[in-house]
C-alpha cells in the first residue's frame, strides 16, 4: 500500500473511532434544581395553590439526586410539616426527609432525593394531618426523562456536532481520494 493510501486510511480510522466514542458515550446526567410550592390544611389536604387543595395532594415527580426545594404554607394556621412516607407507617423514620415544622407561609426547605425509586405518600406528621394532608410522589431513577427545563438536555448539540464531523470526515476523504487517483502525467521523453 502506497504511503498516500496508508494515511488516508489511518485517518479515516481515527476519524471512525472518535465518532464511535461520542456516539456512545451518554454525560453523566446531572441533578435537576426542583422548586414545589405546597400549601396545606388538615381540613382540605395539599395543593400547589391555596384554593387548589385535595385530598389526596397533587401527585410530584422527582428523579434519584434531584436537589428540591419545597416552600410550605400551612392555610389553617395549624402546625404541620411535609416528610416522605417510604414505608407507609404514618410516621417520620430514620433516611426519610422530613422538613420542619410550620404554621403559617412561607417555609423554605432543601433536601436532596435519595436512592429510593418508586411511588411513596408524602404527608404531614403532625395528630389528623396523616389522614388527611397526604399524596403522592414518584421517585424516578436519575436521567430517566429529560429535565424540565427547556435547553437542559444537550441532545441537539451532540447531534448537530456529529452530523459536522461526518461531513468533514466525508470531505476529507473525498478530497484524498480524488487526489490519490489522479495519475501524474509521466514527463515527455528525452529528445
Known amino acids: 500500500m502506497s504511503k498516500p493510501r496508508t494515511a488516508f486510511v489511518v485517518a479515516l480510522g481515527i476519524a471512525a473511532a472518535l465518532l464511535a466514542t461520542s456516539a456512545f458515550s451518554t454525560p453523566?446526567?446531572?441533578?435537576?434544581?426542583?422548586?414545589?410550592?405546597?400549601?396545606g390544611s388538615r381540613a382540605a389536604g395539599w395543593g400547589l395553590t391555596n384554593t387548589s387543595l385535595t385530598i389526596p395532594g397533587p401527585p410530584l415527580t422527582v428523579h434519584i439526586g434531584?436537589?428540591?426545594?419545597?416552600?410550605?404554607?400551612?392555610?389553617?394556621n395549624r402546625n404541620h410539616n411535609w416528610f416522605i412516607d417510604y414505608n407507609n407507617n404514618s410516621a417520620v423514620n430514620a433516611g426519610e426527609p422530613s422538613s420542619p415544622a410550620f404554621t403559617n407561609a412561607g417555609l423554605r426547605w432543601n433536601f436532596t432525593v435519595s436512592n429510593n425509586t418508586g411511588t411513596f405518600r408524602y404527608r404531614s406528621r403532625f395528630g389528623s394531618d396523616t389522614v388527611t394532608m397526604w399524596g403522592n410522589i414518584t421517585i424516578l431513577p436519575a436521567g430517566t426523562t429529560p429535565p424540565p427545563i427547556l435547553g437542559g438536555e444537550n441532545t441537539v448539540l451532540i447531534v448537530a456536532g456529529v452530523i459536522v464531523i461526518i461531513v468533514a470526515v466525508i470531505a476529507f476523504a473525498a478530497f484524498f481520494w480524488r487526489r490519490m487517483g489522479k495519475q501524474e502525467t509521466p514527463p515527455p521523453p528525452p529528445p
Not at 453523566?28 to 405546597?38: C, D, G, Q, V
Request: net charge negative.
Open 28 to 39: 453523566a446526567a446531572a441533578a435537576n434544581n426542583i422548586s414545589i410550592t405546597l400549601y
Open 66 to 76: 434531584d436537589n428540591v426545594t419545597l416552600i410550605l404554607n400551612a392555610t389553617d
